[in-house]
């Protein structure tokens, strides 16, 4: 493996391991009623899309007759990404 693609992954784990710790953060810090309220729509907004994409993977494996395959990482990785951006959608439609 090259020495720029070695990099490239050293920076998307960074960035993974950023966003994961943002998600803990801020879902463990109390903050006023408008903060919670963020926190609140954008955690139920990423549940939605977590177990309707888990809906949708399973629904295709059925049909497929395949074995369910699933990586806990891409899971945890996708919903960092979704939770991030709707943590930034709701805080600038709720003024925070």
Avoid: C, H
């Avoid at 949708?56 to 395949?66: A, T």
Wanted: charged share 15%; proline share 3%.
């Amino acid at each position: 493996m090259s020495v720029s693609a070695l990099i490239f992954l050293a920076v998307v784990l960074l960035i993974f391991a950023t966003l994961d710790i943002i998600m803990l953060a801020t879902l463990l810090i109390p903050g006023d009623e408008r903060n919670q309220l963020i926190v609140w729509k954008a955690s139920a907004f990423t549940l939605l899309a977590t177990v309707g994409a888990k809906i949708v993977d399973v629904l295709d494996s059925v049909i497929r007759v395949q074995p369910l395959e699933a990586n806990p990482l891409i899971q945890l990785e996708t919903a960092a990404i979704i939770y991030f951006a709707a943590l930034l959608f709701y805080r600038k439609r709720l003024g925070g």
